[in-house]
């Protein structure tokens, strides 16, 4: 039984005590080797974590990150009251099983072997699908996507005509996109009204972003360009048209400079020729679309969505770092697509 | 074993050799005719090659940049996830070509890697930088096998003369003074025989 929205909340907040500061994450990322990380953090709450693995150590860092977040997040849910747990399940399994299921549909796409892409899968158990063992060791992409009919992820297998007209992924990737912030909407009437906004404000942030930069990435392409109706079918702040003109126009900067703040500068980047820096930018949005939440409410669901959403985005920075450090990646070369060390 | 053995000190052998030195001197020529082409074919690719490689370092360097973008903001899992959705990769030929008789190795590129479908924006921008390099290495690496080969053409080429001028070429010359000797040894001697001969017919006669 769950012990109440109050003991989640106030857990949240001591959790929070938890997490890596900006100056201990700037310090992470200057450590001059991966041994050298390993033993930093070895000082946080992660303690010390194994570098030892058969194969690539950043891939094997990067599950380990990945297995914390989850940890932190199901020792939330188990602690939050029904609605709430359910949501945050919902809300963080449909987007890593999105994940999931693109990594599955690249790979037989490209005619992976099945062990490479179970490699490549985020370690969690199958939320909506039965297995993606079953689902990566199909015969085909089409055998793939069709057994997931009878799932939530059903309507993928019409998008397989419009794969095979194009000989390309996109449609299943986007239907899939599609499918889980569908997904999470629905998840989100779990909620009371009140708590839905938070969310709601970073799916739609995240989606705006990804839509615009689809749309950038069409504009090279204009006469293999596909309708933006087909790419596009759920837009929010950055309205169809206004993705139409990106895909249409010669100067990206004046779209930009006319979408409404914080998308304008969001996406400086785009014509700045730096677009790895838009995420970064994107998560420091959504970093401070939850701190503000927390600040709005500090004693509701606010405080626990931002306690995971800064567990998300330290799981991110952390597989930056790693990888950054297995390659030998100076530290002033990473630090400004990180969140964390650049928060104010 | 002294170098005129087996030498005939005849009139016909005489001019054979001097045939013979004819073409080698003309080869000398031809040799060093090729030596100082490939002299200045070397000395203008090591210019090019410089500039090249310190512009192919520069675009490197851009490049790497936004690959490790791409990693730390994608994952280096979603990264190579995607990279592996691509279907072609680059496919090339080695053919065969020659300056000056030099032999080098054209790459030839048949297929290059599509990445527009499938990428991640991020993605694709990185890969397009590496892909933007990749037939400058390719050239760059064409240019380096090609300015060896030359290098080494120029040293065989330079052994080869330095060996007509030096050993063959006075060799044949040391042949064809001791023919010429040994025929106006012979002339002499025939002169002096028939000298003789003539004086004893003469005494004979009188």
Redesign the interface.
Known sequence: MSPGLSYVVIKSHSLMADLLTPEQMRALAQQETLELFVEQLAGTSYGRISTETDGDVSLALEKVFYQKFIERMMGIVDLAPTNIGDFLQSYYYLRFEAINLKRIVRGKFSGLPTSKIIDFLIPITPYRVESYEKIAGAETLHDAVRQLEGTQYEPLVSSLELSEKYDALWPVEIALNYLSARGIFKSLERLPQSDRGLVRRIVQAEADVENFLVAAKQRGARENAHSPEEMFPTTYDISLDMLREAMETDDLRAVIQGLNPPYNEILTPLYEGDVALIRSRLRQHVYDIARRGRAANDFGFNVVMAYLVFSEIEKNDLVGIAWGKTQGIAAEDMLKYLTIPNYP | MSATTGIRPTKGFLMEMKRRIGFIEKGTEFLKLKRDHLAKELTSSIDVLKGRRSKLLEELQVAY??V???????????V???A????SSLEIEVLPRSTMGVRYPFIKVDKEPQI???L???L??AAEKVLGILNVIIQLAEFESRAERIADELGKTNRKVNALENTIIPSYRGIIKFIEDKLDEESLEELVRMKLIGGALARRRG
């Open positions: 940049r936004g490790t973008a791409a990693y730390i903001s994608l994952g280096p899992t979603e190579r996830s995607q592996s959705a691509l279907k527009a479908g499938e991640d924006i991020t694709s921008e």
